[in-house]
């Protein structure tokens, strides 16, 4: 990859001037959806910068590892291949508690279909459930109580975007960026809660979806070693 500059794009020569030769292993892209990437192959050898100006600077930088946000079927963790939603590679690793974004899933929101998160140690043991629907709300131990009125209006003809959040022991969940339940964990659900770092989906299918967020997120093997998964 390189990054060419002149003396009429001051720019682009300060970025070349702050990369100089540091190594760079990744490259995060937001909001370009509709927009495509090119690779240039980086030349193996670079000549120092010329003296002059006015003539174009060259700035090696190392092969990137280009990461974008992107959309991922939440494939039902209750089968076999991941023992029942026992096995840790059939997991997402994020930490909830620190997150400002949340977990994002795309469903079709149903009166008694519960939407259904199991909730994992960093261990990979299972801490506890986060069902809901738009008739009610469960933390395992911690909630049970009925929808608000407020969820119900926002549901979306077809699939509907929320984002479950457990930021500083928080429970939320949000639609179009507005919090439509909220409540504060204490005593012992949130210290229990508080140990929350990965989660897997239970009882959705593969044509919903969830947000994977390289810059916060890791997926376990069975991502990893189907490459279908990836939606489009």
């Given at each position: 990859m390189r990054v060419t500059t002149t003396s009429e794009n001051q720019d682009y020569r300060r970025i070349a001037e702050l990369w100089g030769d540091a190594p760079i292993d990744r490259i995060i892209f937001r909001h370009m959806a509709g927009f495509y990437i090119r690779g240039i192959p980086?030349?193996?050898?670079?000549?120092p910068p010329p003296?002059?100006?006015?003539?174009?600077?060259?700035?090696?930088?190392?092969?990137?590892?280009?990461v974008i946000d992107k959309e991922v079927p939440t494939c039902n963790c209750w089968t076999a291949e991941?023992?029942?939603?026992?096995?840790v590679e059939c997991t997402v690793q994020q930490d909830l508690i620190t997150s400002n974004r949340g977990l994002q899933v795309t469903t079709q929101l149903k009166w008694k279909k519960l939407n259904t998160i199991v909730l994992y140690d960093q261990d990979g043991k299972s801490i506890g459930h986060f069902r809901w629907s738009l008739s009610a709300i469960y933390l395992t131990g911690c909630i049970g109580c009925r929808a608000p009125r407020a969820l119900k209006r926002a549901r979306a003809e077809g699939k509907t975007t929320w984002v479950f959040s457990l930021k500083d022991s928080v429970v939320q969940i949000k639609i179009n960026g507005e919090v439509l339940y909220e409540l504060k964990l204490v005593g012992e659900c949130k210290e229990v809660y508080g140990r929350v770092r990965r989660y897997a989906f239970h009882g959705m299918t593969c044509e919903d979806t969830f947000l994977f967020v390289?810059?916060?997120?890791?997926?376990?093997?069975?991502?990893?070693?189907?490459?279908?998964?990836i939606a489009d």
């Open positions: 980086g030349e193996k050898e670079t000549s003296e002059d100006s006015t003539t174009s600077i060259t700035a090696s930088i190392t092969p990137a590892l280009i991941c023992n029942y939603c026992n096995n390289p810059s916060e997120m890791d997926t376990g093997l069975f991502w990893e070693t189907k490459p279908n998964m």
